[in-house]
């Protein structure tokens, strides 16, 4: 079914919502950089972009904040997140449908993203007084030894149009209360949920009082302004979300220099449903990890591997599932499955989808949906059945297509999923304990998040979230991600009145 609509003025609608949200008219009117919505393919913006020297000065200002910054006692850095998040919450609603005018997202997953923004805030706070060191045995008399944590510098932020305000969120947060300044280079795709988050911070600063000025800061532009936060010898961090392509140019570049990265790029997410599986449970993870956000995010679900015992009774229902799901305009319509983001993202989908074709795969959807947007790229999610694991279902491609394929034995069918370039998100439909801890052990999944009996995508905050191999190796997020932010410094201090050498060293002079 898919879902007809009304005419919809996303140029004047994103203006109104800018405008509640604080943003200042001039950033995005009669600049270089045009923007555009998925929704209807229609330009929406016009924005300023900086020059790399401007970028450059902007790093530097950040650099000073930080110095001031990272001597304010961390539980007050939380104070500043506490206001971020009631700023959020306050401002959810706008927030949350400029994400849906400017992504593509769908309400419920635009305001789903602004939810984990609150969530992190929440959790950032409570942070700020749990950035906890060590106390360490030493084999010293007379010595105390310890960990200590402190603030690390400016921290770059390299965000992507899927995800476009909640990754932010989860740097900004931690790298705040941690003591340390931001900058942040959004998606081309998505600089105006940018600018609008950024207002957001701009209130929570102004209400906190005396927060250096600079300490968080965005730059509008393209690839170039991004390599200037990459090359900066300022920021010792850099956390970017993205493609595994521009994490081979991102990580080489940061490593040259010695900086630090987390990267979270890549996924090319499997699940296994094995013959004990619920199977209606399974079909709804299944249909939500692959279809949800038009199986734009990083932990969409993008492989099945299907026991032979039950292909017959889950493949039907799943192909039905897809060809039932209602495809609209996110903004004017209750559809589950919103555009994808231009057309390029078509044309891949298209290359992938023929390319599994040439492979053996059996199609089902895949086709676009004519909405009456010329440059709306609309799709019916597809499902595609294919003999063995092959040509494109190895790759990642930012699309709807589930790549579904039959197994028979247990191990074959993890060595498999393990076979990709990818590792960020899995899981394993069983009510077998054997298999669901199999899959969980050093032996079993290779991804930085293992999940049994739910999908591979919606993780939450409290997580450490993030893959390994291609997908990067970096965590975010939960857990003790923060660690990342800060530097570790071991401290030794000798109360005693002898100088002894440790490893029974003499040195008598
Ligand atoms: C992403 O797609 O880059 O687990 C992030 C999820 C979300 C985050 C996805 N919480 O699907």
New binding site residues.
């Given amino acids: 079914m898919n879902i007809a609509t009304k005419p919809v003025n996303v140029a004047a609608e994103a203006a109104s919502l800018l405008d509640k949200l604080g943003v200042d008219k001039a950033l995005y009117t009669g600049g270089d950089m045009v923007s555009f919505s998925p929704v209807t393919g229609e330009q929406i913006a016009s924005l300023k972009t900086v020059s790399a020297s401007e970028a450059a000065a902007k790093i530097e200002k950040a650099d000073a904040a930080f110095r001031a910054w990272r001597l304010v006692p961390a539980p007050k850095r939380g104070e500043l997140i506490r206001l971020l998040g009631e700023e959020l919450r306050a401002h959810k609603t706008e927030l949350g449908r400029l994400v849906s005018l400017e992504a593509g997202k769908i309400p419920s997953e635009g305001l789903g993203e602004v939810q984990?923004m609150i969530d992190i805030c929440d959790f950032a706070v409570g942070l700020s007084r749990q950035l906890y060191g060590l106390t360490i045995a030493t084999e010293r008399p007379g010595h105390r030894m310890m960990e200590t944590w402190h603030p690390l510098g400016v921290i770059g932020v390299i965000s992507?149009f899927?995800?476009p305000v909640?990754?932010w969120a989860w740097n900004t947060a931690l790298a705040i209360v941690c003591g340390n300044a931001v900058v942040w280079k959004p998606s081309e795709k998505t600089p105006l949920t940018a600018l609008a988050s950024q207002a957001i911070l701009d209130r929570a600063i102004a209400r906190f009082g005396d927060a250096p000025e600079g300490l968080s800061q965005v730059l509008i532009g393209d690839r170039t302004i991004g390599e200037v936060l990459v090359d900066h010898l300022k920021v010792p961090l850099v956390s970017a979300?993205g493609s595994t392509r521009m994490g081979r140019d991102v990580g080489p570049r940061l490593a040259k220099r010695f900086a630090r990265a987390i990267l979270?790029l890549g996924?090319n997410n499997g699940g296994i449903v094995c013959p004990s599986a619920d199977l209606d449970m399974a079909l709804r993870a299944i249909a939500f990890g692959a279809m949800g956000?038009a199986g734009?995010?990083?932990?969409?679900l993008r492989r099945l591997f299907v026991h032979d015992s039950v292909y017959d009774q889950l493949v039907p229902r799943l192909k039905k599932a897809y060809q039932s799901v209602s495809v609209g305009n996110p903004l004017e319509s209750s559809a589950l499955v919103g555009p994808l983001v231009d057309k390029a993202a078509f044309d891949n989908m298209q290359k992938a989808l023929e390319e599994a074709k040439a492979h053996g795969g059996a199609i089902t959807g895949g086709e676009r949906v004519d909405l009456g947007y010329a440059n709306g790229y609309y799709v019916k999610p597809a499902l595609v059945e294919m003999p063995k694991q092959d040509g494109p279902v190895t790759e990642e491609t930012f699309a709807p297509i589930l790549y579904v394929m039959k197994y028979s034995d247990f191990d074959a069918a993890l060595a498999d999923h393990n076979a990709v370039g990818a590792g960020l998100?899995s899981s394993v439909f069983t009510l077998d304990l054997q298999e669901a801890e199999r899959f969980l052990s050093p032996d079993g999944s290779d991804c930085g998040?293992a999940n049994v009996n739910i999908g591979t995508?919606?993780?939450?905050?409290g997580g450490a979230?993030g893959g390994e191999k291609e997908t990067g190796g970096g965590r975010e997020s939960g857990s003790d991600a923060w660690r990342a932010y800060m530097r570790r410094a071991t401290n030794t201090i000798n109360y005693s009145k002898a100088l002894p050498l440790a490893q029974g060293v003499s040195f008598d002079i």
């Fill in positions: 984990e992507a899927n995800f909640a990754v979300t979270e996924g956000t734009q995010r990083c932990t969409t998100s998040i995508s919606g993780a939450e905050i979230f």
